[in-house]
């Protein structure tokens, strides 16, 4: 505006203010409540700890009701997906594992079962292996849940429920060590079979395992579901009906929890779970309450898959029989607690060049893989879990890319939260489950 227009202006408009693009302020002040309209946006995370470490909510709040919520994710950046395409087929069971570190062993097994049905051997694991692999996600799925719980009482107020859920769960841990000589980022399940064999020293811890958690269930629901409190924080919050689970593709016990017994251990069974005793709990609310009880309800579901699968397991081979596919580290576990047993190790150094070579090469070339795509999906703690690996025939992956559902169910926060408290922004994002590893892979 020049001096000579702006003057003229002021002469023709006395005593009115304008903006600085132009518009009259006394118009767009009239048609504003300046108490209930006045709106802040904040910025909750990425360092906020309700917020699962690293997911950043934009909250556009009026007073303390939710107006508007974006999640934004991508800070942890592994990189995982990309990682693969530069390791073998092998070496990809050490990168998998650990996106979702609370389900490591979800992890490995979708991607064994994609590496396996492009293979075509899917049919030739032993039935060992897979009575193991179901054992071994079980045990992890209760785990999983009991981090669930413990974080999402400590968001909420019930401190108590950390120190129960971290103490079970330690539990399960001890005896994933004894198997897989980690208690987290194992690599235990590959492509074929599995690393080791289950010793007998933790086919007792499990049972003992199994004796034990019936009660501490119900130590967690004399604390927690009768107290008014958490009643209160969670009933009616955070709601999510069943059309609005599908329209945005929500799985697992959120999906769950709003009356569709939708899993896929049922639907598209794998791992011989068609085979297997156990129901699918559901719930009718669509809330925290009803996410929280469809969980309790599944760790007992899984309570009896462990249970089933240690009456099937029978004496047999851990792994394929094709050397050429087979990790030959299976023997036994080593002195350092993971790896290739001594006797092993004499063996292939000592009395076999055949064994010697073909260790080797499968170390550190890995095998061949036949060109083609396959999509393979489990039932995982937070949902389906889903690998779709490509191969051009070499010995590392072309492009392997996972249907994470912690990423897939974060579209759910604002839906849940939009005209809700900021209060309730805690209990709905705590209600997905989210784990930022699996997120950002």
């Known amino acids: 505006m020049t001096t000579s227009n702006y003057a003229s202006e002021r002469e023709t408009d006395e005593g009115r203010v304008f903006t600085v693009t132009g518009g009259d302020w006394d118009t767009i002040v009239a048609g504003t409540d300046p ?40 800070y942890l950046h592994t990189g995982i997906e990309k990682n693969l395409e530069y390791r073998n087929w092998v070496q990809g069971s050490t990168f998998v594992t650990r996106m979702d570190y609370l389900a490591p062993i979800f992890n490995e097994t979708a991607y064994a079962l994609a590496v396996e049905k492009l293979l075509g051997i899917t049919d030739d694991v032993t039935e060992r292996a897979t009575t193991i692999r179901v054992l071994m996600m079980e045990l992890n799925r209760i785990s999983s849940h009991l981090v669930w719980l413990a974080t999402t009482g400590m968001e909420l107020g019930a401190i108590s429920i950390m120190l129960y859920g971290f103490r079970e769960r330690e539990y399960i841990l001890d ?22 064999d289950v010793p007998d020293e933790a086919i007792v811890k499990i049972r003992e395992f199994l004796k034990m958690m019936p009660k501490k269930l119900k130590e967690y629901e004399d604390l927690l579901s009768g107290q008014p409190i958490w009643t209160e924080r969670t009933k009616n919050v955070a709601v999510l009906d069943v059309t609005g689970c599908v329209a945005l593709g929500i799985t697992g016990p959120v999906l769950r929890s709003a009356g569709l017994a939708w899993d896929l251990r049922k639907t598209m069974p794998y791992c011989g779970y068609e085979t297997y005793e156990f129901d699918v709990p559901t719930h009718p609310d669509g809330d925290v309450w009803g996410r929280y009880q469809v969980r309790l309800a599944e760790i007992r579901e899984s309570m009896k898959l462990v249970e089933q699968a240690l009456d099937r397991l029978r004496p047999g081979p851990v792994m394929v029989a094709d050397r050429k596919i087979a990790w030959p580290a299976q023997l036994a576990i080593g002195v350092d607690g993971m790896g290739n047993s001594l006797e092993h190790v004499a063996k292939i150094m000592g009395q076999s060049m055949e064994s010697l070579i073909h260790h080797f090469k499968l170390v550190t070339e890995g095998f061949r893989v036949p060109p083609g795509q396959v ?30 559902p ?8 604002p839906a849940m939260a939009e005209g809700g408290l900021i209060a309730d922004v805690i209990a709905g994002g705590a209600s997905l489950d989210p784990v930022m590893g699996g997120c950002d892979r």
């Open 35 to 74: 108490i209930n309209d006045e709106r802040i946006v904040v910025n909750m995370g990425p360092q906020h700890p309700s917020t699962h470490g690293v997911l950043r909510l934009i909250l556009e709040l009026e007073g303390e009701t939710v107006r508007e919520a974006r999640s934004v994710v991508g």
């Open 375 to 404: 999509y393979v999906a489990i039932e995982a703690p937070r949902g389906e879990l889903g690998v779709h690996a490509v191969s051009d025939g070499g010995t590392r992956p072309y492009r392997v890319h996972y249907r994470e």
């Open 175 to 196: 005896i994933f060590e004894t198997i897989t000589g980690l208690r987290m980022n194992h690599a235990y399940v590959r492509p074929g079979g599995v690393a080791q």
């Open 406 to 413: 912690s990423f897939v169910n974060l579209q759910a926060l």
